[in-house]
């Protein structure tokens, strides 16, 4: 069988390709190919017919695609859909411009909170409340709310969420309104809360619904396209999307909940980092994956991404277990400005088209690509193999304005910016790592994107980190987390305010797990090999206002307790915080239950030994610290297992650059990865 991952970047569409059950990690195929925006579909397609022409493959021979897309995040980020509405419990219109009156800057005069994704005059109060206790204090006002319905689509909404109060527990009154919505009013796209994450936070759950019922009808439209061209070209096909929390779905359930896809891209590669992982023998992984547009980190520990309850799209939060990132605005496409007299690097990026100066599509604005140009980190010779030439005059062209300004050359602008950059990732990670109560000196970073190799080595030795892994793929290594993800799905209950014994907690522990295997049965997939559970409690100190989660899966049936949790939770706290009182109260609020249905994927795969010594292709001269540096310059494919070398140098492949920075020595292992260990 051919399986395809495919992941959609800022700048390039990547590709890569796992060809036969017995090949493995060693084996897997790459391509890149440049984004088609606006339809980004198109080079998705493209890329699909190329890869199985070339190969060799019939059409009618099984075919499986695994997409990460930004589509959906684009359209967050962008507010480019048409408008629409929400409904919420009398006495709760204000919920979204009040957003539990945070600010993201506190301390800043000036800010101010972002602007609601619907305005207050199409947010609708209707008449009806159940009770925190679950009694109905007073009916669903049914008139109201079909006047509110015809309001929407007098206005020419063309869609509605709806939440109410206490929904999270008792969706009686969701359920009636959905059924008069879907009944009466079939041209609004209509969801309520209960069905897309019903945990309390009346702000939050009202947010992930309106975005939900915002991107539904674009994403139904990407994957119809999508899920057209495959079963007319390939009947055999069967197409999965990635999700926010490192697994994939169904293209129907995709369809149903686009709101998983939001972060499904830098999540796909923290779990391809995982599996890499697992391959090299490493416990305590920092991923950095640097794109055209952005850098992402994430943390792997004992085998296992890092996860969160909440993460942010744009100016909205995003309530729901993901795969904890932490993004910043600087990737090789970012444009190098000054803020007054003060140089900066991103957020915005000069993305695919027209790409940074140096590509000749047409850009006058600095990006750091044009920076890593002038800095010799990239070939003279192009990109892509030569298929993507590089112009040095445009890029010393584009950074003159900057020159003029700042009275420096554009050697030392470029070098600036990489400085600038480099702070701004440095002064991101560090609170990171804090937060996670990890040392940078205890972890492997591993690095991956299109512009990572370059920029990641940089950033190890000013964070502290004296181990690099650079996967033989690196600027695909995201597709790649398509092929090796599992099938996953969260399910929770909230219980804050319940007193939970331990039958409870394992009755509500099993309906939860219930509720994964029926989730898992409707994917429709036949190769999956043992379901598993991940048991997760969100607990507090009873006086406290935040939760932490924590893993309280038994390691053998029946152990599972409240004790045992709150000796997990103590346990938990004392990592992250130094602190715990293990006589203090604790209070369960929620429980989660991951399901995974593991799919088969690659196995190492080990290269053979290359026979005769690899030479260097040529030298080039690269700006570090200050000094020109003449180094050599290996191409990646002629190194065989062994290889050794020490730094400065350049290690390149058709689709990236590496750079091997001073004092460190490079190796390229039994898997064809490059290792770097500071000497």
């Known amino acids: 069988m051919l399986r395809i991952g495919i992941d959609i970047g800022g700048t390039f569409t990547d590709f890569a390709v796992w060809k036969d059950d017995g090949d493995g990690y060693a084996q897997i195929e790459s391509r890149k190919i440049p984004t088609s925006r606006p339809n980004f579909a198109e080079a998705v397609k493209r890329g699909i017919d190329e890869i199985v022409a070339e190969l060799g493959y019939s059409d009618q021979a099984p075919l499986t695609v695994v997409h990460s897309t930004t589509v959906s995040t684009n359209a967050v980020i962008e507010r480019s859909q048409p408008p629409v ?66 309001t929407m689509l007098d206005r020419g909404l063309a869609g509605a969420a709806i939440c109410f109060v206490n929904a999270y527990r008792y969706q009686q009154h969701e359920v009636r309104a959905l059924e008069i919505a879907r009944g009466e009013f079939p041209r609004l796209e209509v969801m309520a809360s209960h069905e897309v994450w019903p945990q309390q936070a009346e702000y939050e759950r009202a947010v992930l619904t309106l975005l939900n019922v915002y991107v539904k009808p674009l994403m139904q439209d990407y994957l119809h396209e999508i899920d057209g061209f495959l079963r007319s070209r390939y009947p055999e096909a069967r197409l999965y999307l990635t999700k926010s929390n490192g697994g994939i779905m169904s293209v129907d359930e995709a369809r149903r909940l686009p709101i998983h896809t939001l972060l499904s891209g830098p999540a796909a590669g923290v779990t391809a980092a995982q599996v890499l992982a697992e391959h090299v023998g490493i416990d305590h992984v920092l991923t950095f994956d640097m794109g055209g547009t952005s850098v992402d980190v994430s943390l792997v520990e004992s085998g296992r991404p890092t996860t969160a309850g909440q993460a942010e799209v744009g100016d909205f939060p995003l309530m729901m277990p993901v795969t904890a990132v932490e993004a910043m605005g600087a990737g090789g496409g970012s444009v190098i400005g000054l803020d007054d007299r003060v140089l900066k690097v991103g957020p915005r990026s000069v993305g695919s088209s027209p790409g940074p100066a140096c590509y000749g599509l047409g850009s006058d604005e600095p990006a750091l690509s044009d920076a890593y140009f002038l800095l010799g980190y990239l070939p003279g010779d192009g990109l892509l193999g030569g298929r993507l030439s590089l112009d040095r005059d445009l890029a010393v062209r584009a950074l003159q304005p900057l020159c003029e300004r700042l009275g420096l050359d554009s050697v030392q602008v470029a070098e600036s910016a990489v400085a600038v950059a480099t702070s701004e990732m440095l002064a991101k990670i560090t609170p990171f790592l804090a937060r996670l109560g990890v040392s940078a000196g205890d972890l492997t970073m591993m690095i991956f994107g299109g512009a990572g190799g370059i920029h990641g080595p940089l950033l190890a030795e000013e964070v502290g980190i004296r181990r690099i892994v650079v996967p033989r793929i690196p600027s ?87 004790a045992a949790a709150e000796a997990a939770f103590h346990d938990q706290h004392q990592r992250l915080f130094d602190y715990c009182d293990r006589e203090a109260p604790v209070s369960i609020d929620a429980l989660r239950v991951r399901t995974i249905g593991p799919r088969a994927r690659p196995a190492a795969g080990m290269l053979a030994e290359r026979v005769g010594a690899a030479v260097p292709v040529g030298e080039r001269d690269i700006r570090l610290n200050g000094a020109w540096r003449r180094v050599a310059v290996w191409d990646w494919p002629d190194l065989g297992t062994g290889w050794r070398c020490d730094g400065p140098a350049i290690v390149q492949q058709a689709i990236a650059t590496i750079l091997v920075p001073d004092g460190f020595r490079a190796r390229v292992d039994g898997l064809g990865n490059l290792e770097m260990e500071r000497r």
């Open 476 to 562: 695909v290594f995201c597709a790649f987390g398509g092929l090796v993800s599992d099938m996953m799905h969260d399910a929770v209950r909230s219980v804050h305010g319940q007193r939970l014994g331990t039958d409870e907690l394992v009755v509500g522990f099993a309906a939860l797990a219930e509720e994964g295997r029926r989730w898992l049965a409707a994917q429709k997939v036949t190769e999956l090999a043992a379901v598993r559970h991940v048991y997760l409690a969100d607990m507090r100190y009873a006086a406290q206002s935040f939760t932490i989660s924590v893993d309280v899966s038994a390691p053998q049936a029946g152990a599972m307790s409240v």
């Open 85 to 150: 509405g929400l409904i919420t419990t009398e006495g709760f219109r204000d919920i979204l411009g009040l957003a539990r009156l945070r600010l993201d800057k506190p301390v800043d005069l000036f800010n101010r909170r972002a602007r609601p994704l619907v305005p207050r005059q199409n947010v609708f109060a209707v008449g009806g409340r159940i009770l925190a206790d679950g009694t109905e204090d007073r009916p669903l006002d049914e008139d109201g709310l079909r006047g509110a319905l015809r």
